[in-house]
């Protein structure tokens, strides 16, 4: 018997047939023996609804409310699953983030798990009961509803299985597996096996869709063991485990893409001590991540400022900005929507030289110039305008040597949101 943590993403629950497939599911491991914990999404489209009527109020809308309007996809879909659970004779009962309670900073939008009491949903797991948790959803300091940012089902999903010490958290989405790239985009795209935490976590930070980003952090640091599978398939899927479980460590894993940037410039900004930290705090401080930094060296003490972040944040980020024009003293600022970041990931770079050059030269010969470069131990990541988004991914996936056969299978869409 084992403790199993199962999530389903937004298209997995679309309709009541895929809620009806979804119990199905459930009650297959029940029915092993195993208790089993179920992390659910919004149906799919749903939150992509509720965040649109907010937008449409006001740009710039109230956090909080925000929170309270998008968290109740969720609510929606646990207590469906529910029903369903409850109807093919599985012992089960809803639960929304505050009853765990799943508690968070107050960072409305973006909240970061604080704490999860694990005991009550171990009791009720013990007792053969299912509890099926509203991802995304949790409670602030304040006592008031708080989301965990787009993808954050798979944070409540690892969050809580490592909380209830589960042995294994499966997610289970729309695809049957990590792939090397998106097959959308290149139908040769392999899947793989198993994939590293730290691999994966470069992958879900520059573009993949298959996890969220800070939950493959959190799997990484409580050792959460992650399996990603197919909702509507029966095939194996892919591990995301410790690298020393890796035999074969290739040089490049994946190519990712994230077409959710905007490019943000700030010209002749005075080239003087203090001026990064007067740019960035009012960002950081409302909660707005800026990814890829270079700033020009200038010859008449000014300088020009260039940054990436999430094109959802830019409108905040530009208000923020232009604010302080006077006190920072930057002459215009230029803002891009139309960029993609294109990111080249594999733990073979600590020990192989030249896949740099490589992603430069494979491009170059594409005629896609590069316009902001960034790089870490294990990744290279480049903007690119948004147009060469899809030629830059097949040419670096051919370059790394990592196609695979012609498939003969049609690919899915992608996952929900939530």
Same mark, same amino acid.
């Given at each position: 018997m084992?403790?199993?943590? #199962?999530?389903?993403?937004g298209?997995s629950?679309?309709d009541?047939?895929?809620?009806?497939n979804v119990?199905s599911?459930?009650k297959? %491991?029940v029915?092993?023996?195993h208790?089993v914990a179920?992390v659910v999404?919004?149906?799919?489209g749903?939150?992509?609804?509720?965040?649109k009527w907010c @937008?449409?109020?006001?740009p710039?809308?109230?956090?909080r409310e925000y929170?309270t309007?998008?968290?109740? &996809?969720?609510?929606?879909?646990?207590?469906?699953l529910?029903?369903?659970?409850q109807?093919?004779g599985? *012992?089960a009962?809803?639960? @929304?983030?505050?009853?765990?309670?799943?508690?968070t900073?107050?960072a409305?939008g973006?909240?970061?798990v604080?704490?999860?009491?694990?005991?009550?949903?171990?009791?009720r797991m013990? #007792?053969?009961q299912?509890?099926?948790?509203a991802?995304?959803q949790?409670? &602030?300091?304040?006592?008031?509803?708080?989301?965990?940012?787009r &993808?954050?089902?798979?944070?409540?999903?690892?969050?809580?299985?490592?909380?209830?010490?589960a042995?294994r958290c499966?997610?289970?989405t729309d695809?049957?597996g990590?792939?090397?790239t998106?097959?959308?985009?290149?139908?040769r795209?392999?899947k793989?096996?198993k994939?590293?935490? %730290?691999?994966?976590?470069e992958?879900a930070s520059?573009?993949?869709?298959v996890?969220?980003?800070?939950?493959?952090?959190l799997?990484?640091?409580?050792?959460?063991?992650?399996?990603?599978?197919?909702?509507?398939? *029966?095939?194996?899927?892919?591990?995301?485990?410790? %690298?020393?479980e890796?035999v074969? +460590?290739p040089?490049?894993s994946?190519?990712?893409?994230?077409r959710?940037?905007?490019?943000?410039?700030?010209?002749?900004? /005075?080239?003087?001590?203090?001026?990064?930290a007067?740019?960035?705090?009012?960002?950081?401080?409302?909660n707005?991540n800026?990814?890829?930094i270079?700033?020009n060296?200038?010859a008449?003490?000014?300088?020009?400022m260039?940054? !990436?972040?999430?094109?959802? *944040?830019?409108?905040?980020?530009?208000?923020l900005?232009?604010? +302080?024009q006077?006190?920072?003293?930057f002459?215009?600022?230029?803002?891009?929507?139309d960029?993609a970041?294109i990111?080249?990931?594999?733990i073979?770079?600590?020990t192989?030289? &030249?896949?740099a050059?490589t992603?430069?030269?494979?491009?170059?010969?594409k005629?896609?110039?590069?316009?902001?470069?960034? !790089?870490s131990?294990?990744?290279?990541?480049?903007l690119?305008?948004?147009?060469y988004?899809?030629l830059?991914?097949?040419?670096?996936h051919?370059?790394?040597g990592?196609?695979g /056969? %012609?498939?003969?299978?049609?690919?899915p869409?992608?996952?929900?949101?939530?």
């Open positions: 084992a403790r199993i943590v #199962m999530k389903f993403g298209t629950v679309g009541l047939d895929r809620i009806r119990a599911r459930v297959r %491991e029915e092993a023996g208790e179920v999404s919004a149906m799919s749903v939150t992509n609804q509720l965040v @937008q449409e109020l006001s710039l809308h109230d956090a929170d309007v998008v968290a109740t &996809g969720e609510q929606v879909t646990i207590g469906l529910a029903i369903a659970l109807t093919v599985v *012992d009962r809803s639960w @929304q983030g505050w009853q765990v309670p799943i508690r900073d107050n409305h973006k909240a970061r604080d704490s999860i009491e694990g005991a009550l949903l171990i009791e013990q #007792m053969g299912v509890p099926v948790v991802g995304f949790g409670i &602030g300091p304040d006592n008031r509803v708080t989301t965990l940012g &993808g954050g089902s798979d944070l409540s999903a690892v969050a809580i299985a490592a909380a209830v010490r042995d499966d997610i289970y695809v049957d990590v792939y090397t998106d097959p959308r985009i290149v139908p795209a392999r793989l096996e994939i590293s935490y %730290e691999e994966m976590l992958l520059v573009g993949a869709k996890l969220q980003t800070r939950s493959v952090e799997a990484m640091k409580q050792r959460v063991r992650v399996q990603v599978l197919s909702s509507f398939e *029966d095939k194996p899927g892919s591990l995301v485990v410790d %690298e020393d890796i074969e +460590q040089i490049v994946g190519i990712a893409y994230s959710d940037e905007a490019k943000v410039t700030l010209r002749r900004v /005075p080239d003087r001590p203090g001026i990064a007067s740019v960035f705090g009012p960002l950081s401080a409302a707005v800026v990814d890829m270079v700033q060296l200038g008449d003490g000014t300088t020009d260039t940054f !990436t972040l999430g094109r959802s *944040d830019l409108p905040r980020a530009k208000d900005l232009e604010k +302080q006077e006190q920072i003293g002459e215009a600022l230029i803002a891009d929507p960029v970041k990111s080249v990931v594999g073979g770079m600590r192989h030289a &030249g896949v050059s992603m430069f030269k494979t491009l170059s010969e005629g896609i110039n590069i316009q902001v470069i960034s !790089t131990e294990i990744k290279v990541s480049v690119v305008s948004a147009d988004t899809e830059a991914v097949r040419a670096l051919t370059a790394y990592l196609d /056969p %012609e498939p003969a299978r049609s690919t869409e992608r996952r929900g949101e939530g």
